[in-house]
């Protein structure tokens, strides 16, 4: 990956313009290059505008389930009753451009430098990452040393401490801007999620992403404000469901 060593990690936008922007200025001169965990669209009203905005930055971008979903997959088989109208609209929505540049998305994982991506999990794209049942297996494996991870909406992660202690990541409810840093020791594995840009679900409505220093060996965990009403505005306009438009304020 070229001399850079510190990577922007981007994940599930979900087509909220808003919230990509003020996670970009908020990172500004802190990376070299972006990485995207993908989940570009679905959910949010910027489908194109957001796809427009990442192509061009990100160096490397791998798909998520709804990414998929939105160019035809039967993954959207799985989705429930909001997420297949979301899904539906978006699809309606894409350019034939925009359209075309999802369906070519490459699976994870990719591996970079000194660390790998994936959407879900490394053992299926699809898969969530959402406790010790599925992620004791991955930090037992030697393949394991830091992996980068979506999909599950909620920052922070899992990891086993050089002495082999097992612990979840919970990054704190500060204020905007870095939250959390993490050092990353050669005897540890972690499991890294960056949290969601577009749609978080952790109780923190507020965009999230993170910082990946492969020379001083740290992930740094931000958040990020953005004009939340002004999304919601977008959402309604479109006529995207009020269960949707709401969720986005409780950070659920």
Same mark, same amino acid.
């Given at each position: 990956m070229g001399t850079s060593l510190r990577y922007l990690l981007l994940s599930d936008i979900h087509s909220n313009l808003e919230a990509l922007e003020s996670c970009l200025e908020l990172a500004q001169g802190q990376y070299e290059q972006v990485i995207c965990l993908g989940d570009l669209v679905g959910y949010g009203p910027d489908p194109?505008?957001?796809?427009?905005?990442?192509?061009? +930055?990100? %160096?490397?971008?791998?798909? &998520?389930?709804?990414?998929?979903?939105?160019? &035809?997959?039967?993954?959207?088989?799985?989705?429930?009753? +909001?997420?297949? +109208?979301?899904?539906?609209?978006?699809?309606?929505? +894409?350019?034939?451009?925009?359209? &075309?540049?999802?369906? %070519?998305?490459?699976? &994870?994982?990719?591996?970079?430098?000194g660390f790998q991506v994936v959407h879900g999990s490394p053992l299926d794209e699809d898969d969530y990452i959402l406790g010790p049942g599925q992620a004791l297996p991955l930090l037992r494996s030697p393949e394991t040393q830091v992996i980068c991870f979506g999909h599950t909406h909620h920052q922070g992660g899992f990891m086993f401490s050089p002495q082999g202690r097992y612990q979840s990541l919970h990054p704190p409810m500060k204020k905007d801007g870095l939250v959390l840093t993490l050092p990353l020791e050669d005897q540890g594995r972690y499991l890294i999620n960056p949290g969601s840009v577009g749609q978080p679900r952790d109780g923190d409505s507020r965009a999230a992403f993170a910082v990946i220093d492969t020379t001083q060996r740290t992930v740094q965990y931000f958040r990020a404000s953005y004009d939340l009403q002004r999304t919601q505005g977008k959402m309604r306009k479109a006529g995207l469901p009020d269960l949707l438009i709401e969720r986005l304020q409780h950070g659920r």
């Open positions: 194109n505008a957001v796809i427009e905005k990442i192509q061009p +930055l990100a %160096s490397v971008i791998i798909r &998520g389930n709804h990414d998929k979903a939105c160019t &035809g997959d039967p993954v959207a088989e799985e989705f429930n009753h +909001l997420a297949r +109208l979301a899904t539906d609209w978006t699809r309606d929505q +894409l350019t034939p451009d925009h359209f &075309g540049f999802l369906k %070519s998305l490459p699976a &994870g994982p990719v591996h970079l430098d």
